[in-house]
């Protein structure tokens, strides 16, 4: 008889459940050994802000959707619970930013689009810093980045079934 099944490590322990935070947080999802929120997950805040997508120790990382009261909403990659990386973020008045984020902030290479579907005279792209335009150009890749890992990011949250109900 073998002895494999002996030494197999335990250390990926998935569980799907619920909580109910005290201060009316609610989360479903998995979770790790550790009672850390791992994988895929929803999240929703007393506020009305939900989260939809991927835990990692515990906090938002890796692929998801940030929608909020107001009908903001951003679709992108997260890090530490940030937005981190490249995504898309909707204003509640229609007006969207395609490109970098760095800690929460949009930070990097990207393009404004107005609710009107305009970019702005003289356009609105290039080098943001902090939520500011310093640098006018071209970007195109990584507007095209941001759109895909966007579209990645919905997708993952309307397909994954989070609990078997």
Known sequence: ???????????DVEVVGSFTYPDGMEYVGQWDEKGQKQGMGHLKFPGGTVYVGRFENGMPSGLGVLSF???????GEFMQGW???HGTFWRNDGMRFEGEFR???IWGYGLVTF???SNGF??????FKDCRLVKRCRCIDIVLQAQKVAMAARAQCQQ???MDN
Do not use: T
């Open 160 to 162: 994954e079934p989070i």
């Open 115 to 117: 609710a009107d579907g």
């Open 69 to 75: 009261p107001d009908h903001a909403k951003y679709e």
């Open 1 to 11: 008889m073998s002895d494999q099944g002996e030494n197999v490590k335990k250390e």
């Open 122 to 127: 003289p356009r609105c792209e290039g080098l």
């Open 103 to 105: 800690g929460g902030r």
């Open 83 to 85: 937005f981190h990386g």
